[in-house]
């Protein structure tokens, strides 16, 4: 099977600093493969729908009335899909698009249907070691449910770059209940662990990217200890009850 179309799916608020810059990296990289950019502003208080515009003639432009936190608005982003895969792209400059053309192949050559990034295999610059640590161990727990499920291990759960089949993750973004910030990351990765194809679990790779964390003053929303809790919680949650 040959995949013909990648849809990039990018959860945006309050990025005006930086949205316009990784747009631009998007548009330019060098896929071959079509590119769906699916923009999607969960109400955001800054400039973001203003500079939005620009870019609606080309891309789908999605707003939220309010604020419905990251993992709805991820789950509206992949549910107005239409690419053979799909990929999650924050709006920030933490995560290099780049990392992309080595997801690829292992669709389009290896037929994979779902691809991790994996933050803790390169050397990257580590800014709040609360916060690596907290990704380490929640991996952990999370990879306890799922290699027993389906011997799925995922180092690092809480990446954003996720890439999927698209008839995969847009079933899967159907069922997602999580309200919170980070918690899609736990669902979706319990559920993909969960679903088969004809009986078969699916066929899973990481791939180790690059990353370059940001500061709160930069403008980083994650908050270390009350959403590692709540991720923490969702892994139980969504591993053994639903």
Partial sequence: MRY???SIVVPIYNEEKTLEQILEKIETLPLNIEKEIILVNDASTDNTAQILQKYAEKNTVLHNEKNLGKSQTVKKGILHS???????QDADLE???QNWQEFLPYFQEHQFDLVYGNRFGKNNKV??????????FLSIVSSFFTYIRSR???TDMEVCYKMARGD????IAQTIESKSNFGFEPEVTAKFSKYRIQGKKL???QIAIDYTPRSVAEGKHMKAFSDGFKALWEIF???LWR
């Avoid at 800014?127 to 380490?136: A, E, L």
């Fill in 237 to 239: 949650k969504f591993n």
């Fill in 203 to 205: 066929k899973f790779k």
């Fill in 82 to 88: 239409s690419g053979d895969l799909v990929v999650v």
């Fill in 127 to 136: 800014i709040y070691w609360q916060n690596w640590f907290g990704n380490r």
């Fill in 4 to 6: 013909k179309k990648l």
């Fill in 168 to 171: 995969i993750f847009r079933e």
């Fill in 152 to 154: 799925m291990v995922t």
């Fill in 95 to 97: 995560y290099n698009p």
